[in-house]
């Protein structure tokens, strides 16, 4: 499965983005969407995830501000971040697991200016 993720930029604090995550070769029903990212000398981590039924999970430190979803017709997840902050800036990826396996998307650069 193929992942284009798209949306990333540069915003000042306090700013929103939307991020996208389009999976157009997927069983996009049955797959489960997840948005990680990584930044400069850190590890990647998880910041939200979302199951085939729409149960959603979050990293402590996004819960309020971001917001995952997904549209299982158009086969993409969607990450709408509100409330952004300097700490917020990484490569964001997303990620797609199915029983068919995991797959990565690209990566979109996310940064936040104070």
């Known amino acids: 499965v193929q992942l284009q993720a798209s949306g990333g930029g540069l915003v000042q604090a306090g700013g929103s983005l939307r991020l996208s995550c389009a999976a157009p070769?997927?069983?996009?029903?049955?797959?489960?969407m997840g948005w990680y990212r990584q930044a400069p000398g850190k590890q990647r981590e998880l910041v939200a995830s979302?199951?085939?039924?729409?149960?959603?999970n979050y990293a402590d430190s996004v819960k309020g501000r971001f917001t995952i979803s997904r549209d299982n017709i158009k086969k993409t997840a969607y990450l709408q971040m509100n409330s952004l902050k300097p700490e917020d800036t990484a490569v964001y990826y997303c990620?797609?697991?199915?029983?068919?396996?995991?797959?990565w998307g690209q990566g979109t650069q996310v940064t936040v200016s104070s």
């Open positions: 990620n797609a697991q199915s029983v068919y396996g995991t797959n």
């Open positions: 070769g997927s069983i996009f029903s049955r797959t489960a």
């Open positions: 979302i199951t085939s039924g729409g149960s959603t």
